[in-house]
């Protein structure tokens, strides 16, 4: 089966601007989770969307949101972008079915690099 | 909330070496446990899970983990190490649907 697609891979883009990340997940999984990662804190979590609804969410300022349609495919977006946003953002997707997830599958990310 | 310590940031090894990551977690429901591993300009990928049963996990590529609820461990173990295994080895804990991942720690083996 197919795994978690993420687009576009790279992104160079001005301070200031506002930027969309698409991810496309494993069919059938209906929970796309949202993670940024850098040198410095690592990996964080973002946010988690399944069905449609943001389900859960992470300590990031509301510059950051996403959404999710109905085929669960998920969207980030990001505006008013700074330098500190520069990271690889990851895409994970899951079955996302009670509370136990089985597993999550990572997408191969989307390189942002605000200049 | 949930959170994951791991021991070390960056662990130099020679080809053949045995391997022991640490990690410590703190979650106060039921706990799922995870190892990644992120090679070089790659993406993320699975080492071995925990959810319950057998505390001893094993996963691929010959890597295995402990899980000791009594000290909220779940290292990470591997025998005999290669230079294909230098990577980037990240701990994550599961909560409701959200993963809680350690700082990662950088293996670098030398031939």
């Known amino acids: 089966k197919a795994g978690v697609t993420q687009t576009p891979r790279y992104l160079i883009k001005t301070r200031g601007q506002q930027v969309t990340l698409s991810c496309s997940p494993i069919?059938?999984?209906?929970?796309v989770s949202w993670y940024q990662q850098t040198p410095g804190q690592g990996l964080q979590f973002l946010f988690e969307?399944?069905?449609?609804?943001?389900?859960n969410k992470g300590n990031f300022p509301g510059r950051f949101s996403g959404r999710q349609f109905s085929n669960s495919r998920s969207e980030m977006n990001v505006s008013t972008l700074e330098l500190g946003d520069s990271a690889l953002y990851l895409c994970a997707s899951s079955l996302g079915t009670g509370e136990v997830d089985y597993g999550y599958t990572f997408g191969s990310g989307t390189r942002l690099t605000v200049v | 909330a949930q959170s994951v310590s791991q021991h070390n940031h960056h662990v130099i090894l020679s080809e053949a070496a045995s391997l022991e990551l640490g990690c410590n977690y703190s979650y106060g429901g039921t706990v799922n446990l995870f190892w990644y591993v992120q090679y070089p300009g790659q993406h993320l990928q699975l080492l071995l899970k925990?959810?319950?049963?057998?505390?001893l996990v094993k996963g691929i590529k010959g890597f295995e983990a402990e899980f000791i609820k009594s000290k909220f461990s779940f290292n990470l173990r591997k025998p005999s190490v290669q230079w294909s295994d230098t990577a980037e080895y990240f701990c994550?804990?599961?909560?409701?649907?959200?993963?809680?991942f350690g700082k990662g720690t950088m293996l670098l083996v030398s031939p």
């Open positions: 069919s059938g999984h209906r929970s």
């Open positions: 925990y959810f319950s049963g057998d505390p």
């Open positions: 969307y399944f069905s449609e609804t943001q389900r």
């Open positions: 994550a804990v599961s909560g409701y649907s959200t993963l809680t």
